[in-house]
């Protein structure tokens, strides 16, 4: 199917069912109402908003289009191909991300552009991608579709940004589809800090080779209004997937995460440890979900949810989940939610150290397992920076 026919298929699909409801149970913990009933009219405008390079090649989109003049992509080594999906079209776009989700058929019916990645076989580049997509058009959506090609036994470190203009409300919806070939490793960072008045909403689907190993972590501050949904499939013997993510969320916003990782064969590992610190009124939902199919034999799966809620009317829904259909495995799952410890608070305040000052190094300590599984070193500073300016904030 070529794009064009991918494109009508997906408006077709997308207009046919509309947006999800809670009466789904995909859906039932999230409201997306807000969304399916604002219209976007924003008109495109270059992007005032500043960021941070965190790698020698830097691929920027504004607005929702590509700037040349903000992107650096010079001087790439031989066998790796940088630009955008509209340039470079792959045959398999479309071939992970499935159109009857909602919002991946109106990314794939509406897309105007996105990262396009491709590296040989047997190139290992070290220096980090950084994908940055500003936002600061009141009333505008941005359809963003990114793709990401690891040949064999090569590897590529991807870090996605997104940043938005305070209360400027816009519709973020993006899909990454990443192809790790035999003995690949795509170590993937997605960084959101949309505006708190913004809705965000990404796909992330990734097919693993055979001793491939994707990497996936996700940090989220931002958006009213959102969801990730990541999804791996194992289709290799050997195959690694690693999921890790943290959502630091206050004041009314609503996070939503679903995981699901498939394993197709035999002596797979996935791995999975989300953490989430809420606010005042913050809400955030987690459903993760492990298919072990039948021939999956020798399957090591690990989940984990916990959560640190800062306040009272702070809330979370947590789903963890296995369904799981080989007997030689080994599978754990498990979820928290609680309060800071008050003996440890009360520990730190008895070695002179104020309630704030405490409460803020319980809080980051309880964030920091997640950071600590960062192996892009610019990414872990800059998310750490970005990890204590927030906790600095809610503690006042």
């Not at 289009?65 to 479309?94: C, F, Q, W, Y």
């Not at 491709?118 to 950084?130: K, T, W």
């Not at 689907?205 to 990541?230: C, K, M, P, W, Y």
Request: net charge negative.
């Amino acid at each position: 199917m070529n794009l064009t026919e991918l494109r009508k298929k997906a408006a077709a699909d997308f207009k046919a069912n509309g947006f999800p409801t809670t009466k789904e149970e995909l859906w039932r913990f999230t409201d997306v109402s807000a969304v399916a009933n604002t219209e976007f009219p924003g008109e495109w405008k270059a992007s005032d908003l500043d960021f941070q390079p965190l790698g020698n090649y830097c691929l920027v989109f504004e607005n929702g289009k590509l700037s040349v003049e903000k992107s650096n992509i010079e001087a790439l080594p031989e066998g790796v191909k940088i630009g955008t999906t509209m340039d470079h079209i792959d045959p398999r776009l479309g071939a992970l991300a499935d159109a009857q989700s909602a919002f991946v058929a109106a990314n794939t019916a509406y897309f105007s552009d996105g990262a396009f990645i491709e590296v040989a076989d047997g190139i290992e580049l070290e220096a980090p991608i950084h994908l940055v997509y500003l936002a600061d058009v009141d009333g505008a959506a941005f359809h963003l579709r990114n793709f990401v090609s690891c040949g064999k036994n090569s590897k590529v470190i991807v870090i996605e940004e997104y940043i938005g203009r305070s209360d400027t409300t816009y519709w973020t919806n993006a899909v990454t589809e990443a192809f790790a070939a035999d003995g690949a490793s795509i170590d993937h960072y997605k960084i959101q800090r949309e505006s708190a008045s913004a809705f965000h909403f990404q796909t992330v689907e990734a097919q693993l080779g055979a001793n491939a190993v994707f990497n996936n972590h996700s940090i989220t501050f931002g958006s009213g209004l959102g969801r990730n949904d990541i999804r791996g499939k194992l289709t290799g013997e050997g195959g690694e997937a690693v999921c890790n993510g943290l959502y630091l969320l206050n004041g009314k916003q609503h996070f939503d995460t679903h995981l699901f990782m498939d394993h197709a064969v035999p002596n797979c590992n996935s791995h999975e440890l989300y953490k989430g610190i809420l606010d005042e009124k913050a809400r955030a939902v987690f459903c993760g979900r492990i298919l072990v199919q039948q021939d999956a034999q020798r399957t090591d799966a690990v989940q984990s949810n916990k959560n640190l809620l800062l306040s009272r009317g702070a809330k979370v829904n947590t789903l963890p989940q296995l369904e799981i259909y080989a007997d030689d495995v080994k599978c754990t799952h498990g979820a928290t939610i609680g309060e800071l410890d008050e003996a440890a608070l009360y520990y730190l305040q008895t070695r002179g150290i104020d309630p704030v000052r405490g409460k803020a190094m319980l809080t980051y300590a309880f964030a920091n397992e997640v950071l600590d599984e960062f192996q892009c070193a610019p990414a872990k500073a800059y998310v750490e920076t970005l990890v204590h300016e927030w906790l600095e904030r809610v503690s006042g």
